[in-house]
């Protein structure tokens, strides 16, 4: 059982499984959330279950993540992330179906996506299309009493609710990522969460600054509490909605600075989960 914001931090094992959980360990996080690995690496759910429970580490989320999908800039994720692109579709919630059993034999209990695009009016057909998808991966994932988390960051707050209305599903919820919100332009990720916080069941800490063309160029990704997110509101905003669940760190770099922006960033969370809850 996880404390009340336990630290996370965003993780993969492709890489090799050994590597990313001696970082963690080094770093003190008691959980992940972990990239969804290749089909390939998928076939050893029974030993990287062991591994990360040797290590006392918790998986909380596997994340879905595709071939094909591209976040080189904005149109191009409109293209080509998630459920929302036509070609490639019905492959693609064949996988998820199959990451969802890749979490059930690790004992996660949710997954979580990018969905895409999803435009905004309710008589778009891709709009029908995308909630039908939604509802059948939520569906499945019920069936391994697991949530489906939606990733933030390409709708405004109103957009987002709108679509929850229409998936209408219990099990399916949202993984706030405030900083997404700002690199994409997608409206001011506090007010968003205050609207939206009832949903959260898993989150990102994360920051950035604005674009100077919102919603046109990316903004920049930062180190945690170097960004426009405000991250000490961020996390009363959280509490407030009555989320305690786990801080996952995610910073969107590789290599040395990578880490040492994680460690700034326990550092940072560590602080203010103290001076919140006391
Ligand atoms: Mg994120």
Redesign the pocket.
């Known amino acids: 059982m996880l404390e009340p914001w336990a630290l996370g931090v ?1 993780t993969s094992v492709d890489a090799g499984l050994g590597a990313g959980l001696a970082a963690v360990r080094e770093l003190g996080a008691p959980s992940v959330q972990l990239h969804a690995p290749s089909p390939e690496s998928r076939g050893r759910a029974a030993e990287i279950r062991e591994q990360f429970a040797a290590a006392g580490i918790t998986v909380t989320v596997v994340f879905c993540g595709f071939e094909g999908e591209s976040y080189d800039d904005i149109p191009t994720v409109k293209r080509t992330i998630g459920l929302v692109p036509e070609a490639t579709y019905a492959e693609r919630l064949a996988e998820t179906k199959a990451i969802s059993d890749f979490a059930a034999a690790l004992g996660v209990e949710a997954i979580g996506m ?1 969905i895409g695009f999803v435009p905004e009016e309710a008589d778009d057909p891709v709009f029908a299309r995308v909630v039908a998808a939604a509802q059948e991966v939520c569906d499945y994932c019920a069936g391994h009493d697991q949530r489906f988390h939606l ?3 390409q709708e405004t707050g109103p957009a987002l609710l709108n679509f929850f209305q229409a998936v209408n599903r219990p099990n399916l919820a949202i ?1 706030f ?1 405030p ?2 919100m700002i690199l994409y332009g997608s409206g001011e990720p506090i007010e968003a969460l205050r609207l939206v916080g009832s949903y959260v069941r898993s989150c ?1 800490c ?1 920051d950035a600054t604005w674009s100077d063309q919102p919603g046109v160029t990316w903004g920049a990704e930062t180190p945690l509490g170097a960004g426009a997110v405000g991250i000490e509101t961020y996390l009363r905003t959280l509490h407030e909605a009555g989320y305690h669940g786990p801080l996952t760190i ?1 910073r ?1 770099i590789s290599g040395p600075d990578q880490i040492r922006d994680i460690r700034g960033a326990v550092d940072l969370l560590t602080e203010l989960r103290a001076k919140i809850l006391g």
Do not use: L
């Open positions: 965003f990018h990733e933030t960051g993984n990522d900083a997404n990102h994360k995610e969107e």
